[in-house]
């Protein structure tokens, strides 16, 4: 094991003249020491490698990580009030009726003119063929209609009564029948156990990804300092916690919730935060001292409108709440549904000109999406993420430790950005047309296979070998992930490189058809 480790690394780096053979390897680490500790000196030395300047830049994903210890003891406390073994059977049952919401549509071609946001019923009925056909019923019951969030909350909040967990047969009904077409389809009614469910199951999930996207906006912008934020669906405040890690000089942060089991619990976990208001809808914005946002999220929130026409409409009205210079960010599940919202808010800015609004990530084109095309493959990313430390809720003998979701994202800055990589005057302004990695990297032993979005607006694979010009490009490649950028140019390949600079007579001889002599 030492040795495979000692002859990768001795072929790796041959510029060290000292590394030359496995005998000068041996005797700088192996000798007169034990395995862990030559081990631990070869990685240590490997360290040593300088790696270009721009990689820190290009590594988005983010690695697991804890809750903020404040808001881990509140959830503690919640949990504490209840069984474990209620909320991990409403926790399962939730997740389960939350992914046969939303996974109900296979990746297809995308056709130009389909009705922008529509629904998973009525885009059924144009292409069934996307459309999952579960074999058995799943036996949810259904029930009357479905609030949108653009509505203010009907119920005060002191009058939400605190409903224990209940036993199974005594459950209330979980999804909602918008449609007779489609009995499979519908939309989640969060009442006081199904909070605590998303609690459980949903709540980590959320804030990782709103950390991430927050920390790739401060990297691509680092002078951008939000002064107001507009969190719009904010449910538990998830990214109320993430603001405030990345962005701690907010001075207000405004949470339109309208369902009001969720904004209790939500002022419950935010209590005491100076700079946090919570409101029913977003036209009580309108009575604050300012009236437009520098940064707005809406996290996991156009799927639960009821349809195309409040979508567009919730659209329109954040754009609109922006402030000049703002970011606008849309998170959506990483299923096809959530990709085909995505490609219809990207055509919602595509047709914006390009001095007022502009997309900075994840794309790096201003184009049509290249995957808009193609029949299997859908844009969407990877964050991983920690349950509950064992203290708050301990998980199950079958549960993991680590659980990674997929997730899609658009961040849209209302302002002039660089149209062209010659337009850039600093390194973070040209990851902006980096290219984006859309897969996990094949990670072979003398070469990676990449698939990439590039600025050009083009879906390619890109092959990275040790044979290339730069062997620096290949292992930026064992350092980066899915979801990450890619600065290097389009490598020559060996065998093009052999054929070009060949000697090539002018003058040749040609061979007679039928051997030297002919006929």
């Known amino acids: 094991m030492l040795q495979s480790i000692a002859r990768g690394f001795a072929r790796q780096r041959p510029a060290a003249t000292h590394l030359k053979t496995m005998r000068d390897v041996k005797d700088k680490f192996l000798k007169g020491r034990t395995k862990k500790e030559a081990k631990k000196e070869i990685h240590q030395f490997a360290r040593t490698w300088e790696y270009p300047a721009e990689l820190p830049l290009a590594q988005v994903r983010l690695a697991p990580s804890p809750l903020p210890p404040l808001l881990t003891s509140r959830i503690h406390s919640v949990f504490s009030k209840y069984k ?25 071609v995308l056709l130009p003119d389909r009705v922008p946001f529509q629904n998973s019923a009525d885009f059924q009925l144009l292409h069934p063929e996307l459309i999952f056909t579960p074999r058995r019923k799943p036996g949810l019951p259904p029930s009357v209609t479905s609030a949108t969030k653009l509505a203010g909350a ?12 209940k036993p199974d047969e005594t459950r209330p009904s979980l999804i909602k029948k918008f449609t007779a077409k489609d009995r499979y389809a519908g939309f989640l009614e969060y009442d006081h156990n199904l909070v605590v ?167 790096p084109h201003h184009l049509a999406c290249p995957l808009e095309r193609e029949a299997k493959n859908f844009c969407r990313f990877e964050q991983s993420w920690n349950r509950y430390n064992r203290s708050v809720l301990p998980k199950t003998s079958r549960e993991r430790d680590i659980i990674r979701s997929k997730f899609c994202y658009l961040v849209v800055r209302k302002d002039r950005t660089p149209q062209t990589p010659e337009e850039c005057r600093t390194k973070e302004e040209q990851t902006l047309f980096w290219g984006r990695i859309l897969a996990p990297i094949m990670k072979r032993g003398g070469h990676s296979i990449l698939d990439l979005c590039n600025f050009q607006g083009q879906f390619e694979r890109r092959t990275v070998a040790r044979s290339h010009e730069n062997k620096m490009w290949l292992r930026c490649t064992k350092r980066l992930h899915w979801g990450d950028s890619w600065w290097f140019p389009l490598p020559i390949r060996r065998k093009l490189k052999r054929d070009h600079f060949r000697y090539k007579p002018k003058n040749t001889k040609k061979r007679a058809p039928n051997g030297p002599g002919g006929n």
Not at 154 to 165: F, I
Request: hydrophobic share 40%.
């Open 84 to 108: 474990r073994a209620d909320i991990y059977d409403r926790g399962n049952l939730y997740m389960k009726v939350y992914t046969q919401i939303h996974s109900s549509e296979k990746a297809g």
């Open 154 to 165: 009907s119920a005060p909040e002191d009058s939400v009564p605190q409903v224990p967990l």
């Open 197 to 363: 469910a998303y609690l459980a199951r949903k709540f980590p999930e959320s804030y990782h990804i709103s950390l991430r996207i927050l920390k790739e906006i401060r990297q691509k912008f680092p002078a951008f300092r939000p002064k107001t934020v507009l969190d719009f669906g904010a449910g538990l405040a998830p990214s109320f916690w993430a603001t405030e890690e990345v962005f701690p000089q907010t001075e207000a942060y405004v949470a339109v919730e309208p369902n009001p089991y969720m904004k209790k619990l939500g002022k419950y976990l935010t209590k005491e935060q100076p700079n946090l208001l919570w409101m029913d809808s977003i036209l009580e914005t309108r009575g604050l001292a300012f009236e437009k946002f520098d940064l707005i999220i809406c996290s996991f929130v156009l799927e639960e409108v009821g349809s195309p026409q409040d979508r567009q409409l919730v659209v329109n009205s954040l754009y609109d709440r922006l402030e000049e210079g703002g970011k606008l960010v849309f998170v959506l599940p990483g299923t096809p549904m959530g990709f085909r919202f995505l490609t219809d808010l990207r055509n919602f800015v595509i047709e914006k000109p390009r001095d007022e609004c502009n997309i900075v990530a994840p794309c």
